[in-house]
């Protein structure tokens, strides 16, 4: 995948404000208990032992999209994959509060992450509200892309999920071109409801809440790994 290989440079804010203390110290005392080394193949079977499936988040923002799952899916394990620092440290006082133990962070980029996992060890990815990017000339900037469908089939079991959001309508359309290129997959909507309604497994993000306030809509694109 030479040619479709993602730029390797992360754009956008990696930190806005200082984190609170509770956070700051999670970040020195909790994150490197739960931490994904990313300098070498990932043995997911080692980072958990117990699990029956392993779910994957790339961009977990503030975490509670994934905290919640990790909550109701105890015998799940749950890799998320944020760089922006505040989110790592909201995602930390969750996993504190909730004493989630299935819950794994790479504070950094997805990509490398996703390089550095085996074939068909996941059960779903989740990719909710990924940087738009507008702008033509930014489009190589996108987390969907050829490059993320190849990795995507490579990692994901027959019958795993890939979930996207959007609140951009240029963005569902970019998704589901790149899917509809992906012979792997197949998109699960049989009607509009599918994408237009957020399944009930699949609370709203901090971004989604944002993005409703302010008028824009949703959708909730389903992606099944043949
Ligand atoms: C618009 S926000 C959405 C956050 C969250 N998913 C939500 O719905 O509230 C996009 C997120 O993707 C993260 N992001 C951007 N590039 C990334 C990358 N290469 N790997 C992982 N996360 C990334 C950003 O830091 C940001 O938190």
Same mark, same amino acid.
């Given at each position: ?22 956070? *700051? @110290?999670?970040?020195?005392?909790? /994150? #490197? ?10 043995? &997911? ?6 699990a029956e499936e392993i779910h ?19 015998k799940a394990g ?31 980029? *997805? @990509?490398?992450?996703?390089?550095? /996992? #085996?074939?068909?060890?996941?059960a779903r990815?989740?990719?909710?509200? &990924? ?96």
């Amino acid at each position: 995948m030479a040619d479709e290989k993602y730029i390797p440079r992360l754009y956008g804010r990696q930190q806005d404000k200082p984190l609170k203390p509770r956070q *700051a @110290r999670l970040m020195e005392t909790l /994150l #490197p208990r739960i931490a994904v080394p990313v300098d070498g193949p990932i043995d &997911p079977a080692a980072l958990f032992p117990q699990a029956e499936e392993i779910h994957l988040e790339v961009g977990f923002g503030g975490g509670e999209h994934l905290a919640w799952q990790a909550a109701h899916q105890p015998k799940a394990g749950f890799i998320g994959a944020e760089p922006f620092v505040n989110g790592v440290g909201k995602l930390l006082g969750l996993i504190d509060d909730e004493d989630l133990d299935n819950v794994r962070v790479h504070h950094g980029d *997805a @990509r490398p992450l996703l390089e550095a /996992l #085996p074939d068909a060890c996941l059960a779903r990815i989740y990719v909710l509200h &990924p940087d738009p990017w507008p702008k033509k000339r930014h489009h190589k900037r996108r987390m969907i892309s050829p490059w993320f469908f190849h990795e995507a089939t490579r990692l994901l079991k027959s019958g795993g999920e890939l979930r996207v959001a959007s609140d951009i309508r240029d963005y569902i359309r970019w998704t589901l071109m790149h899917a509809q290129n992906a012979d792997a997959f197949e998109w699960t909507a049989e009607r509009a409801a599918d994408w237009k309604d957020r399944p009930e497994d699949w609370p709203q993000t901090r971004y989604e809440a944002k993005s409703l306030r302010e008028g824009r809509t949703p959708s909730y694109l389903v992606f099944r790994r043949k």
